[in-house]
């Protein structure tokens, strides 16, 4: 999904998803949608915490941050919305390519297929009307764990290091 910030007070989330899916379907347009996005998680060891020398009295958590945006969900099936939707992804995500690297454009193929492929996907659109969001990133650990949990995931994977980053902010 995408957000367009310039649509509704707290923007409007545009996807599309595959005609066989059935959540295009099983929508209702007098009840509230709900679109969940999940950040960084990962398991917080002890063995991290400057208490567990100092006292030992600690046990291991989840860290993670997510957040829900509730609206009514919209559902589209008009091919020429569908088709400029799928073209502004595409140029988003082939723009990260590497320099060099010629980007691939919806264009490039046949527009047989492309239509055939358009028949295929329902676009649905959210305007938000409310946000929530949670997260626990070791807030509730003294100063010296969260040094410490940063220290034990920043040599972590991709999203041990992205948790780190979200407790970094928090440690004074």
């Not at 676009?123 to 969260?146: C, F, H, M, T, Y």
């Amino acid at each position: 999904m995408e957000i367009d910030a310039t649509a509704g007070a707290l923007g409007t989330l545009r996807g599309h998803v595959a005609r066989a899916n059935p959540v295009w379907k099983a929508h209702r347009p007098d009840a509230e949608a709900m679109a969940v996005f999940q950040g960084p998680q990962c398991y917080i060891t002890p063995a991290y915490y400057a208490t567990k020398a100092a006292t030992g009295k600690v046990v291991p958590t989840w860290n993670y941050a997510t957040v829900h945006a509730h609206g009514p969900l919209r559902v589209i099936e008009d091919a020429a919305w569908l088709r400029r939707f799928v073209e502004q992804l595409t140029d988003r995500h082939e723009a990260t390519r590497p320099a060099g690297e010629v980007p691939w454009q919806v264009s490039d193929a046949p527009e047989a297929f492309i239509e055939t492929m358009i028949q295929a996907i329902v676009g649905i659109e959210l305007p938000i009307a409310r946000l929530e969001g949670k997260w626990k990133v070791s807030q509730n650990r003294p100063d010296e764990d969260r040094a410490g949990v940063v220290a034990g995931l920043e040599v972590g994977d991709p999203m041990q290091r992205a948790m780190a980053e979200l407790v970094r902010e928090r440690v004074p």
